[in-house]
T-cell receptor
Framework: KQEVTQIPAALSVPEGENLVLNCSFTDSAIYNLQWFRQDPGKGLTSLLLIQSSQREQTSGRLNASLDKSSGRSTLYIAASQPGDSATYLCAVNPSNYQLIWGAGTKLIIKP | SAVISQKPSRDICQRGTSLTIQCQVDSQVTMMFWYRQQPGQSLTLIATANQGSEATYESGFVIDKFPISRPNLTFSTLTVSNMSPEDSSIYLC??????????FGSGTRLTVV
């Protein structure tokens, strides 16, 4: 059974720092992996989608990597800003439409 | 990528009443998904809605409590029936967007008092 774990559960860093959020999964047979951000009480905004054949994807200050063999994905945020404060969720798609979710990392960027 | 309009964004409801949440997609999609996110928790899939057929419910969710309509390929509603405080959650709809993964609506924050 696929399980997704996100570490750390919470992270607080000063503005300007580069940071890494981690997502691990137990079954390497995935179709793709997607990173989302969620602001309090709101819906989810898709950040990056990595297909199983890809190693990384980049969008602006965000870079997501995927290592299927080790069951890991990382989300790298460069030059963090207070507006990056949110909960970040990773979701694994095992190809049957039933996304498997991590519990999220709550990120606070201090001005 | 697809854009989903979800309404209402939030509501405060009396116990025993029902609330209907609407999602409108700006393109035709085969399947729409409805999720619940309880306070401090991650997302749980309630059901998958296909146009022209009954929704498929996940374990722990029943049609009498969460009836779903899917009248066409761009629209769906989820009703939360006979609400209790335990139904206080964020409810989200989602579609699979080829090439973009999954896209979500802006969420409905429901408080039952």
């Amino acid at each position: 059974k696929q399980e997704v774990t996100q570490i750390p559960a919470a992270l607080s860093v000063p503005e300007g720092e580069n940071l890494v959020l981690n997502c691990s999964f137990t079954d390497s047979a995935i179709y793709n992996l997607q990173w989302f951000r969620q602001d309090p009480g709101k819906g989810l905004t898709s950040l990056l989608l990595i297909q199983s054949s890809q190693r990384e994807q980049t969008s602006g200050r965000l870079n997501a990597s995927l290592d299927k063999s080790s069951g890991r994905s990382t989300l790298y945020i460069a030059a963090s800003q207070p507006g990056d404060s949110a909960t970040y969720l990773c979701a694994v798609n095992p190809s049957n439409y039933q996304l498997i979710w991590g519990a999220g990392t709550k990120l606070i960027i201090k001005p | 990528s697809a854009v989903i309009s979800q309404k209402p964004s939030r509501d405060i409801c009396q116990r025993g009443t029902s609330l209907t949440i609407q999602c409108q997609v700006d393109s035709q999609v085969t399947m729409m998904f409805w999720y619940r996110q309880q306070p401090g928790q991650s997302l749980t899939l309630i059901a998958t809605a296909n146009q022209g057929s009954e929704a498929t419910y996940e374990s722990g969710f029943v049609i009498d409590k969460f009836p779903i309509s899917r009248p066409n390929l761009t629209f769906s509603t989820l009703t939360v029936s006979n609400m209790s405080p335990e139904d206080s959650s964020i409810y989200l709809c989602s579609v699979e967007d080829p090439g973009y993964g999954y896209t979500f609506g802006s969420g409905t924050r429901l408080t039952v008092v």
